[in-house]
């Protein structure tokens, strides 16, 4: 079993443009890897998505690595410096679409397994998806599922997400907000603007509905997140006459939240709301859609967590913050099965153009994923 480079690996994943929903033979570059390496590999495909599921070893602790070979679209191509596709080495740094976010880590996590020697007890697993940038119903989600059924267990979770702020290992993700999007369609009777006892506008309500839950405070924040946020993202009437009261007005929001609630708890609220407004709306009605994208959640301190900080220390020399901020990420699925922290890549050239990663922090991640996997089965198994 000879050793894996984590450059040439990431390189090889980023000459694949696996663009949300295409996989374009990014996971058989992962599947042909890890087989290498002695690991039984499932392909769970659902819908269109190819979704990989991998593991070496019958005992546990089970230590699982969660990442995506999707990626976002390049953006106007002529921007870049090289081909987003090319997996270009240019002064030590390697750039193309998916180098941060996260082929990078990916390459890493293989390279680190295939450096370290195999741990006597336990076993490792790869979960890896196709569908994270999209609308992720067909990726990890269904995959979670599936292992539930399959009574598969897995002890711990490392998501590859580039969780580092300024340099690698400076930071890691123990938790995420949640994320609601809800609209409210607000239906009334079109009538003259001269006239207005003969219609009823909905714009009215809509704008003091949307108002009043702008105003309402929902938290003071929660050990280790940020206050919960509601953010007005549209209001939509597509009214182009100036003497017509609409018969229709909508309007949407988003609510990122933290663990002081649950998207049942915010849609009831959400709920109230929406039918005291509409008690108070002669002659019209008022609607409302809510579409959950992920609840909050977080993995306490302990033992898992300390063992990530000591191997950035190890590492990297650095004693990484905890954090929770940022948007949603597969996360939100994987822990239903266990404790899941996200550790990765600088984060700050994903999904912009030239993203790019230093060559040298693709070996340094392979160290601290090597390290990690050290420590983890010395303590665990
Ligand atoms: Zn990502």
Redesign the pocket.
Same mark, same amino acid.
């Given at each position: 079993m000879s050793a894996i480079d984590p450059v040439e690996l990431a390189q090889a994943l980023i000459r694949r443009p696996s663009v949300t929903p295409r996989d374009e033979g990014a996971m058989g570059v992962v599947q042909e890897a890890l087989e290498r390496l002695g690991f039984d590999c499932r392909r769970m495909r659902f819908g269109e998505i190819e979704n990989l599921y991998a593991r070496r070893g019958s005992s546990g602790p089970n230590l699982c690595f969660a990442?995506?070979t999707d990626?976002v679209p390049v953006g106007d191509e002529r921007a870049w410096s090289s081909g987003p596709f090319a997996g270009e080495i240019r002064d030590g740094t390697l750039y193309g679409r998916g180098a941060a976010? +996260?082929k990078g880590a990916i390459a890493a996590f293989i390279a680190a397994v295939s450096q370290a020697p195999v741990p006597p007890k336990g076993s490792l697993s790869f979960l890896i998806t196709g569908d #994270? #940038?999209g609308v992720a119903t067909d990726g990890t989600c269904k995959v979670v599922e599936a292992l539930e059924a399959q009574g598969e267990k897995i002890d711990h979770c490392i998501v !590859? #997400?580039?969780s580092s702020s300024e340099a690698l290992g400076d930071m890691v993700k123990i938790g995420r907000r949640g994320s609601l999007n809800a609209t409210f369609t607000v239906e009334g009777r079109q009538g003259h603007v001269a006239y207005p006892q003969r219609a009823a506008n909905p714009i009215r309500p809509l704008i003091e509905l949307l108002a009043r839950l702008q105003a309402h405070r929902l938290d003071d924040g929660y050990p280790g997140f940020q206050p919960s946020n509601l953010e007005i993202t549209t209001v939509d009437v597509g009214n182009a006459a100036t003497n017509v009261i609409p018969a229709r007005a909508s309007g949407r929001l988003n609510i990122r939240f933290n663990p002081a609630h649950t998207s049942a708890s915010l849609t009831a609220w959400l709920e109230a709301e929406r039918l005291a407004f509409e008690a108070g709306f002669a002659g019209g009605r008022i609607g409302l859609d809510v579409q959950v994208s992920g609840e909050a959640f977080l993995t306490e301190p302990g033992p898992f967590v300390e063992l990530i900080q000591q191997a950035c220390g190890a590492a990297v020399g650095r004693d990484p913050e905890l954090s929770t901020s940022g948007g949603t990420?597969?996360a939100r699925f994987i822990r239903r099965l266990c404790p899941v922290v996200e550790l !990765?890549l600088v984060g700050k050239s +994903?999904h912009a153009v030239d993203e790019h990663v230093p060559a040298r922090d693709l070996q340094d991640l392979t160290r601290l994923y090597g390290d990690l996997i050290g420590r983890y089965f010395a303590r665990f198994a």
């Open positions: 990442g995506h990626v976010d +996260m #994270e #940038e !590859g #997400e580039p990420s597969d !990765g +994903m």
